[in-house]
Antibody, heavy 118, light 107 residues
Framework: EVQLVESGGGLVQPGGSLRLSCAAS????????MTWVRRAPGKGLEWVAN????????YYVDSVEGRFTISRDNAKNSLFLQMNSLRAEDTAVYYC???????????WGQGTLVTVSS | DIQMTQSPSSLSASVGDRVTITCQAS??????LIWYQQIPGKAPNLLIY???NLETGVPSRFRGSGSGTDFTLTISSLQPEDIATYYC?????????FGQGTKLEIK
């Protein structure tokens, strides 16, 4: 059974940092692109970042470029999102998801809440 | 960036009704379109990919159509468990933008 479990969310002050993790199981992690998607309170879904199977390609939405870094550890079946210089508008539930055939987000975690507030 | 515009933003319908949600892309995206369903308190769920392909396990009352810039998600006979927000997403190029969502409620 495919499972994705996010962790690392919490309350952080503006300008602070957080590192989200996503533990994957039930599939061959190293053969899939992975993604982070977020949903801010009262808003819709927003794609945040994608990473290729071997980590050699990474793509970001403009609003996080230069502040967030997506990475992965295939030996540990884990996906990460390092978030620096956090802003109030980064407050959201962050989901990791598996990207079947590069594009189709077919399995999702339950999400982890990030709140940026003083 | 490709912008995705959904309509309506919210919709109220009765059980058994046929429901249609539209999604328009700001440029031609061929059939590079996905539909997701997000039930309140849950993670999103993949319904339709490549504009018209039904994901395994999704009820056949869901149908996707369209290509180019105009796309449609149709629920042929609305069920109570379909209460959710529906999103389209393009994957023609990065950033993989979503539409703003359509919140579906039961009358």
């Amino acid at each position: 059974e495919v499972q994705l479990v996010e962790s690392g969310g919490g309350l952080v002050q503006p300008g602070g940092s957080l590192r989200l993790s996503c533990a994957a199981s039930g599939f061959t992690f190293s053969t899939y692109w992975m993604t982070w998607v977020r949903r801010a309170p009262g808003k819709g879904l927003e794609w945040v970042a994608n990473i290729k199977r071997d980590g050699s390609e990474r793509y970001y939405v403009d609003s996080v470029e230069g502040r967030f870094t997506i990475s992965r550890d295939n030996a540990k079946n884990s996906l990460f999102l390092q978030m620096n210089s956090l802003r109030a508008e980064d407050t959201a539930v962050y989901y990791c998801a598996r990207a079947r055939d590069h594009y189709y987000f077919d399995y999702w975690g339950q999400g982890t809440l990030v709140t940026v507030s003083s | 960036d490709i912008q995705m515009t959904q309509s309506p933003s919210s919709l109220s319908a009765s059980v058994g009704d046929r429901v249609t949600i539209t999604c328009q892309a700001s440029q031609d995206i061929s059939n590079y379109l996905i539909w997701y369903q997000q039930i309140p308190g849950k993670a999103p769920n993949l319904l339709i990919y490549d504009a018209s392909n039904l994901e395994t396990g999704v009820p056949s009352r869901f149908r996707g159509s369209g290509s180019g810039t105009d796309f449609t998600l149709t629920i042929s006979s609305l069920q109570p468990e379909d209460i959710a927000t529906y999103y389209c997403q393009q994957y023609y190029n990065f950033p993989y933008n979503f539409g703003q969502g359509t919140k579906l409620e039961i009358k």
